[in-house]
């Protein structure tokens, strides 16, 4: 038996709290289309970004550690699909849209440019009077008008609950930041608030776990981390600083175990106390002063502790700041030859020259570059020896 999507729609209405945000209830699209006969709104969207070029190239972005530099460690995409499970578990427990947490989450990242945040820092510079960059921002370009896959619209044309939970996906985005379409001064969905702190959770647990596995924190340091000292006591693995592979990866599991744990109980009872006040509505959520999910005070604490303690031990090692050095001065060398001399763009890119400033256009294409075509480009650029 097939179903179809109006009994997809009528299954929503039954099973998920009161505070979720329904398919049948989207604001829709900016371009109206007809409905899927068997896929909900959020089902669609969540194929629409899996389909895009912005998605694939994600597999060659940085997470933390450069792509050259081995292909275990965590990329772009690896670092999504993990948001978008632990997204999944999340709104299951708390009665949310997994389809529409599960599309922010994919779709949260697309934006990013080569080389992680130091190429984010680097283009934000290079753009300052032309209006800066932000990877989050840039998300919502991606979908919206770079991905060219449809003559009928420009972009994804993406429902209004994805795109808002991207333009929103950092819980303390200034108002003014907000374009007006979105609802500036009203904060997300559940779910758009679920996508931004899972994301917070995975990369905090997954930066410490690959920054392990490449031996630049060192073992001893990490018995001090509270999350870890709860984590170890989870696993029963005896050794506070587990050399062994099998129960490292035991030890970073019950982390993230125990900072899912958290986020639930706490979001359970901020939802519990909206449903008391008879508010415990999409409308309510929106328009609640604080954030619905969330982590405790207590978990809070911990995660700025493990914040800044991979700022000191990873972020800022020697042999990261190297390949940050790196990355900048490859991104600023393509930055300025490329508005020097714009007729080295690909012609799809000259085309938009007419459409917006020459620095835009560079500034799109090249967060658009993988970390290895960034690399190969400079080389063709900047390496004699190399074949342009």
Wanted: net charge negative; proline share 4%; aromatic share 8%.
């Amino acid at each position: 038996m097939r179903r179809t999507r109006e009994q997809l729609e009528a299954l929503e209405r039954i099973t998920l709290a009161p505070y979720a945000m329904c398919s049948a209830d989207s604001r829709g699209r900016a371009y109206p289309e007809p409905e899927a006969a068997y896929r909900t709104a959020f089902q669609r969207d969540r194929d629409r970004i899996l389909h895009t070029s912005a998605f694939r190239r994600l597999q060659g972005k940085t997470q933390v550690f450069i792509t050259t530099e081995g292909d275990y460690y965590r990329t772009r995409i690896t670092h999504t699909l993990e948001v978008a499970q632990i997204g999944r578990t999340v709104a299951r427990a708390l009665g949310a849209n997994e389809d529409l947490v599960e599309s922010i989450c994919l779709a949260h990242d697309l934006g990013h440019p080569p080389f992680g945040h130091t190429g984010e820092r680097v283009l934000h510079q290079l753009m300052e009077a032309h209006g800066g960059f932000d990877h989050n921002h840039h998300s919502l370009r991606v979908i919206t008008e770079l991905e060219r896959r449809y003559s009928e619209f420009p972009g994804l044309n993406l429902t209004f609950e994805v795109r808002e939970g991207l333009v929103k996906h950092h819980a303390d985005a200034e108002e003014e930041l907000v374009p007006a379409e979105y609802l500036p001064g009203l904060r997300g969905t559940v779910e758009a608030q679920i996508a931004a702190l899972v994301d917070e959770l995975a990369y905090n647990a997954h930066d410490l776990d690959d920054g392990l596995r490449s031996g630049l924190i060192e073992a001893g340091a990490v018995a001090q981390l509270g999350w870890w000292q709860r984590a170890v006591a989870r696993a029963g693995v005896g050794d506070p600083v587990p050399r062994d592979e099998l129960a490292r990866h035991r030890v970073v599991r019950k982390l993230i175990g125990a900072m899912v744990d958290d986020v639930l109980e706490e979001s359970a009872r901020r939802l519990a106390r909206l449903e008391a006040e008879g508010r415990a509505t999409v409308e309510g959520v929106r328009r609640h002063p604080t954030l619905v999910v969330a982590f405790s005070e207590e978990a809070v604490r911990l995660n700025r502790e493990l914040r800044q303690f991979l700022f000191d031990q990873l972020y800022y090692h020697p042999r990261l700041m190297r390949m940050t050095h790196k990355a900048e001065r490859i991104v600023q060398d393509l930055f300025r030859v490329y508005t020097r001399e714009p007729r080295i763009l690909p012609r799809s890119f000259q085309q938009r020259l007419s459409e917006m400033p020459v620095q835009r256009v560079v500034c799109d294409y090249i967060a658009g570059m993988t970390d290895r075509f960034a690399l190969e480009e400079h080389a063709r650029l900047f390496d004699p020896h190399t074949h342009v």
